[in-house]
């Protein structure tokens, strides 16, 4: 019993202090909300319940955390746990099952058109957070801009099909080429900073590129971007009740009753495949040896150097394929949306594929997938939580670098075994 | 003497202004065990640091006798040199600790690789040439492994190591990178006795069965007169003795770098041993 | 030239809010090598307080400017404090020895939380401020141009140099700036050296923060409106400022400020308002390619 009460009183008392702090920096801004008043002035609301009940929470989870911790402060956890480590060891039946389940999913009961659209743009963030990994997760460099390139994808489809009148299927290719040329023309200049300058330089890049298209009015159509993009066609058989003179609508291709949901469910596909080439190509590339290399780059640049790899080159690549994928995931995005406008390409949306990434696991495919889920539905749930989205987005990446650096689910399989290589043991 | 395999002719590097190597001229030979010691910041890492194109030398030419020929290192770009057979570790160990050990010697031989995976578009598909490259790469990482025992770990994460260990697989990887020439920055550093007899005993077999050389920065005296053919001793940068371990062990320069001007009551004694007693040598 | 001897004025004003920034990220990335990426919502979060305090003094009736101002002044630095040492103890200190990329992400991550948190409790429109300090002096040349220097640009530039003044003497003469100064060199030698190591961090934020603080209470007189989002700007050309003066050191976060402040001047007084930002982001990006070790920083050298 006295033991007991020799920590108590200690840990009430940090506790306490920990909510006095709580409530002076709750005090002015949850506290008093600033209003326009009558005549045009601020006022102040007053919430002073929120203070108080701000301050209580921080006492509790103080407390609560004082005694879960047994004094012991919050460290990273160097292992990696036991879960992350099941459902990588058996990464490729969830993956299958996972996938099974994407493919299985618009002739499931429930699904309605609202289900499918959700569904298409979760696919898409799991795109971008599987494109954006490649830079991120396996090479280690922190890209701040990566919706630069998506940017490139969508603005090169839009504005080729606007002046060119090319089809989705033809600018595709394209679109991702060129994003992937802007990732090599943006990254040589940059790839030999540190770490942190690099990623703000990268910060620096989305954003130009962003203000440019809000500028550049007699391109990009300033800030009321570009309309009427073209939508995809089923190799040629567009989606329309009534088609243009020569052409045959996709429901009279397979003898159905037009319908607008067959759209949706192709967008579906189309966003699914996608994201599985992505997904192959970057298991693949994974077990080659430039994927080791930026594995090794990410681990120690100075070592590489003297074995020999050239750094600048091998991230360039890293960088240039991520951009590429996020080129191909960007000309989807516009023929999808039939609009595009810079609106859709800023920083907080870079912000959000990072932390995809991060949340779910650097260099984990499988955590992009749920991380990429719980971000997209979040906000679908209810519309309250649309705002308090990012509050959590915020929270969470903080706590994860705390709690698990490498992600909730990061647990590295090797890219080769020695038995395995070598057909049986040694 | 054999062939030269690299010269060094009036190296200098200059930080601003303190000269941490300072004309040096020295030759390493192609079927020696090459030593380079001297008192803490006499300039060896920076000798290092020169060669394998880490700093641009203020002065000096540094010939290569490598795979392909002669080539002048000081003009080459760090990552350049090791393909011309040179390959090296670090006095603070640098692995890729989350890779497995047997990754970490695959990635050293990362450009033979990127060849035979085709700049990684046949490698993509799947290429046959591409995986009969990757299965010898596997099988000199096996041999490796072997050599320096470190089999049984070749599976486990690199960091996950014991220090010992960790040493072993920095040159183990090095080696994987096919050197002709192989520098150690103080290898035997944090070693017990027995890993260090290991050590030596293993470099030893890189000169007399693999042809490999040997250029070593070592601070454990009996080590270096076990092993060493020739040894070139660095003082504030300037070089004060070359010459086999029995010359250098009765160099007045060398015994005054290392003691002191004054009386040698005051020397740690285990210097003193080394220096004085270390038996055989070479 | 008279044109010019106005936009030089709004350049020095402009150029010293940016350079109080700047020395909290200078400060910090000096001591522990981390980008605190967070430091622009420190300076938005000082904006708000200060205009919360001005709308609570003016509801209680309070209307002599120099006791408001100073009121304010004094709530702002100690909230806005409180949060940058919140922010360090939360968000950074537990992942000091972690991966290199971690702090910067946790940093991402706090700045995203502050500015949506602001945005949630205060709303996300825009916050006008009535003028508190109004007038100035007007000058008028021959062709009839007219330069004004307003009574606020004055008081910026008078409070900005009182406190670099304060600062200086606070690193160069106190135990505090000893120990930082010694931090910045060696932080393992200095913790062993019997130096404070986590109290020295916290109070280096803290007091960027307090600077923060007063740049927030500035920008809200000067410009008369905030709102949640200021921060992302402030922070990306404050932090462009201490590279370009060379980040670690103090004097350079002031005039790296201050050529940013003047730039930004020029660039809208002679080209386009339009492509203010894009200048700025250029510039960013220009710099830390060509000058990653900014005007009065030392270069590093790689140690292998």
Known sequence: MAAATGVLVPRLKDAGLAALVAAVLFLPILGMETVPGADGRLTLDFHFHIVVIGAAVVFAGRLAMLYLSRGRALRPSGRSGVVAEFVSRHGTWFGLAGLAFAIALPFLPFASRYTIDVATTIVIYVMLGWGLNIVVGLAGLLDLGYVAFYAVGAYSYALLAHWFGLGFWSCLPIAGLLAATAGVLLGFPVLRLRGDYLAIVTLGFGEIIRLVLINWHEVTGGPNGIADIPRPTFFGFPFTRSPAEGETPFHELFGLEFSTL???????YLALALAMVTNLFVLRIRKLPIGRAWEALREDEIACKALGINPTNTKLTAFALGAMFGGFAGSFFATRQGFISPESFTFIESAIILAIVVLGGMGSQIGVVLAAAVI?????????????RMLLFGAAMVLIMIWRPRGLLAHREPTLTLAGARGGGP | MSRPILEVLHLTMRFGGLVAVDDLTFTAYADDVTAIIGPNGAGKTTVFNCLTGFYRPTAGQLTFHGHEGPVLLERLEGFRVPRHGLARTFQNIRLFGGMSVLENLVVAQHNRLMRASGYTLLGLFGAASYRRAEAEAVERAHFWLERTGLLERADRPAASL????????EIARALCAGPKLLCLDEPAAGLNPRETAELGE???????????????????????????????VLDYGRKIADGPPAEIKRDPAVIKAYLGETEEEELPPEVAADLAGSGGGG | MAYFIQQLINGVALGMVYGLIAIGYSMVYGIIGMINFAHGEIYMIGAFVSIITFTLLGMLGLSWAPLALLLVLIVAIGVTSLYGWTVERI??????????????????????????????????????????????FTFADASGFT?????????????????????????ARTPLGRAQRACEQDLKMAALCGVDVDRTISLT??????????AGLMATLYYGVIDFFIGFLAGVKAFTAAVLGGIGSIPGAMLGGLVLGLAEAFWSGYFSIEYK???????????????????LGRPEVEKV
């Open chain 1, 262 to 268: 067959h759209r949706v469910v192709f967008l579906y």
């Open chain 1, 376 to 388: 997209v539905l979040l906000p679908e749930v209810g519309r309250e939580f649309e705002t308090y």
């Open chain 2, 162 to 169: 014991p220090y010992g260990e960790q040493r072993k697989l």
């Open chain 2, 202 to 232: 293993l470099l030893l077999e890189l000169r007399d069965r693999h042809g490999i050389a040997v250029l070593l920065i070592e601070h454990d005296m009996s080590l270096v007169m076990r092993i060493a053919d020739h040894i070139v």
């Open chain 3, 91 to 136: 968000a950074y200190r537990p992942l000091r020895g972690s991966f290199r990329l971690a702090p910067l992400i946790s940093a991402i991550g706090m700045s995203i939380f502050l500015q949506t948190y602001v945005q949630v409790a205060q709303g996300a429109k825009i916050k006008p401020l009535q003028p508190v300090v109004t007038g100035g």
């Open chain 3, 147 to 171: 330069v004004t220097i307003s009574w606020i640009q004055i008081l910026i530039v008078v409070l900005t140099l009182l406190l670099m003044v304060g600062f200086t003497w606070v690193i």
């Open chain 3, 205 to 214: 934020f803290v007091i960027g923060a307090a600077l923060a603080a007063v």
């Open chain 3, 277 to 295: 930002d894009v200048a700025a982001f250029t510039i960013l990006v220009l710099v830390l390619i060509f000058l990653p070790t900014g005007i």
